[in-house]
């Protein structure tokens, strides 16, 4: 009877609560959400790996997937990709159509990928040709037609979303989701470090570092709140992993697809998840303690699972959250990139035709033949990085950063960050490839050697975002 009785107080009281966050000058905060199916043709390059393959059919759908938030003075948008990464040229076109279509500032919209390893091939003809065993794409072919209209079937995603624009309530949450992302990167009894060394290496002494096993959820629901159903529009979704679980030939969304589908099977069909990786340049699934093999679409089943679960079991202290201001700024940061000699050029060549000829040359022969290769085409420019932040009220913060932050770089924004729930989001409107916190480069191994910037441009990066933070906190 007494929980009967606390029950009808709570409902009664919704309506007050209601009332409450709509006092006069008060914004009402409005949210629509919408995904649109981008699964490429079959016979596309698929992304993910430094050997080419094609795609020989669908395991699940892709996605582009829209959260659109209006305060009443600002209106911004969130698209989540199934995609490996979102290279500036796309980003800069699917803002261009968002802004024609919706007329959205092209400055206000943020475009993120999963970093899935079973998406297209974004890297251009150019990196495309680069791969062992790649075959040119036809120009007039179904792949092409697929690219060139790419923007636009990203950008109808946000149209979708900002025409179910409803009164919504904001709540979010916290929780942790242990055992389930590890740090990739290991000193080893030689005094070397390593890169994914394998199950149950003797020769592992520990990992490189802490993974960072906190995830965290935004959920946007209808107007009244009704605690009597789990009804809900959108949520966003964030945790720090590398999608790569699948494998295979099969366009898949991995575990970030089974984690959208989970939740939409607890609070309706209709609930869109966008799924917003954190800081995850240094983890992965593998866990090296486990000898059981953990590849396939059942670990993408397996992982979603888990993290739906968590995302469940933090969703009970879930509470309403502030309603605006929405805000949104953004910094382009200049980054002086390293020079290669022309000797260099001429090794990252040679590398890439020893592998297309089939004589070998080694992986990391093929790392840094990539990393010089695209050095050399910067001829000498500086990259332009986009640091880009989307808060809500004084609480809630997405912050962007354009390509596989470290973990330990996203940490430290949060602990940094003068909003409570701050949510790194990478691969996020660019992709400029590895960047790790400044020891690592020291450490050296996979990571390292592949990335394109210096050491110091995490920290950067970092220091511009939590300007930008510290500014949206204390503005009127």
């Given at each position: 009877m007494v929980g009967v009785v606390v029950q009808m107080k709570t409902l009664l009281l919704m309506p007050v609560i209601w009332w409450a966050l709509m006092l006069p000058g008060?914004?009402?905060m409005k949210c629509g959400a919408a995904q649109v199916k981008v699964t490429p043709p079959a016979g596309t390059g698929i992304a993910g790996y430094y050997h080419f393959r094609v795609a020989d059919g669908v395991l699940d759908d892709l996605y582009a997937r829209a959260l659109?938030?209006?305060?009443?003075?600002?209106?911004?948008?969130?698209?989540?990709?199934?995609?490996?990464?979102t290279p500036r040229e796309l980003v800069e076109g699917v803002r261009a159509a968002v802004e024609k279509a919706s007329g959205i500032p092209a400055a206000q919209v943020m475009i993120a990928a999963t970093h899935a390893h079973t998406g297209p091939e974004l890297g251009g003809p150019l990196r495309q040709a680069r791969k062992p065993g790649a075959v040119?794409?036809?120009?007039?072919?179904?792949?092409?037609?697929?690219?060139?209209?790419?923007?636009?079937?990203i950008a109808s995603s946000v149209t979708e979303a900002q025409q179910q624009l409803a009164p919504a309530t904001v709540s979010a949450v916290r929780g942790d989701c242990p055992d389930l992302t590890f740090v990739r990167r290991f000193y080893m009894r030689d005094g070397s470090t390593g890169w994914n060394p394998g199950k149950l290496n003797p020769?592992?002494?520990l990992p490189a570092g802490m993974p960072d096993t906190e995830l965290q959820a935004v959920f946007f629901g209808p107007v009244p709140a009704d605690l009597r159903r789990a009804a809900c529009r959108a949520a966003f979704v964030s945790f720090s992993m590398h999608p790569d679980t699948v494998g295979g030939t099969k366009f898949s969304a991995d575990y970030p697809g089974v984690l959208a589908r989970l939740i939409a099977g607890y609070h309706g069909a209709d609930c869109v998840t966008l799924f917003g990786n954190g800081a995850c340049g240094n983890l992965n699934h593998l866990d090296v303690k486990w000898p059981r093999a953990q590849s396939g679409s059942y670990e993408a089943e397996r992982i979603g699972t888990v993290l739906a679960a968590a995302v469940f079991r933090a969703e009970k202290q879930a509470a309403l959250s502030t309603q605006g201001p929405l805000r949104v700024k953004s910094v382009t940061v200049p980054v002086e990139l390293p020079a290669v000699s022309a000797e260099e050029v001429e090794f990252a060549q040679d590398a890439l035709r020893q592998h297309t000829d089939g004589a070998g040359g080694g992986f990391m022969a093929l790392v840094r033949a990539h990393r010089v290769l695209d050095l050399a085409a910067a001829a000498g420019k500086p990259l332009l990085l986009e640091v880009q932040v989307i808060t809500l009220g004084r609480e809630i913060a997405w912050v962007s950063f354009p390509g596989e932050v470290f973990t330990e770089l996203g940490v430290a924004l949060k602990k940094r960050s003068p909003f409570a729930r701050t949510m790194p989001v990478t691969l996020a409107n660019g992709n400029?490839?590895?960047?790790?916190?400044?020891?690592?480069?020291?450490e050296g191994a996979y990571e390292a050697v592949s990335a394109r910037v210096p050491a110091g441009t995490g920290e950067r990066l970092v220091d511009e975002a939590v300007k930008l933070l510290a500014e949206l906190h204390a503005a009127p």
């Open positions: 008060r914004a009402e659109v938030l209006d305060d009443g003075r600002n209106r911004a948008a969130l698209v989540t990709l199934d995609f490996i990464g040119p794409v036809d120009p007039d072919g179904a792949q092409a037609a697929y690219f060139r209209g790419l923007p636009e079937l020769d592992i002494m400029w490839g590895y960047i790790p916190d400044r020891r690592s480069y020291a």
